[in-house]
Nanobody, 120 residues
Framework: QVQLVESGGGLVQPGGSLRLSCVASGPILSINSMGWYRQAPGKQRELVADISGAGSTNYATSVKGRFTISRDGARKAVYLQMNSLEPEDTAVYYC??????????????WGQGTQVTVSS
């Protein structure tokens, strides 16, 4: 089955940086888009950034200028470089991909999540 596996979360001080990675595997015919969402305690899951197959990017206002999303089509991977991290960025970060599976169904898939904690 299709799987998205994230890595790169952890604890960082305010002003620090982290890089998240996500790799998709399984019966995938093509990937339409990949992105990152986050969910803080007591809050709804929100879009952080996403990137289309053509490379168009979209960012949440709160992370513009600090976070950069990129992808490697050959590796079926997406990355999130996070700089100037703030305590408000603390959340579980989830990888998301809209892709065409082996049954030619366009579906959304999610990773298991990786914790990012920004604290001194």
């Amino acid at each position: 089955q299709v799987q998205l596996v994230e890595s790169g979360g952890g604890l960082v001080q305010p002003g620090g940086s982290l890089r998240l990675s996500c790799v998709a595997s399984g019966p995938i015919l093509s990937i339409n888009s990949m992105g990152w969402y986050r969910q803080a305690p007591g809050k709804q899951r929100e879009l952080v950034a996403d990137i289309s197959g053509a490379g168009s990017t979209n960012y949440a206002t709160s992370v513009k200028g600090r976070f950069t999303i990129s992808r490697d089509g050959a590796r079926k991977a997406v990355y999130l470089q996070m700089n100037s991290l703030e305590p408000e960025d603390t959340a579980v970060y989830y990888c998301n991909s809209n892709l065409l599976n082996l049954y030619r169904q366009s579906r959304d898939y999610w990773g298991q999540g990786t914790q990012v904690t920004v604290s001194s």
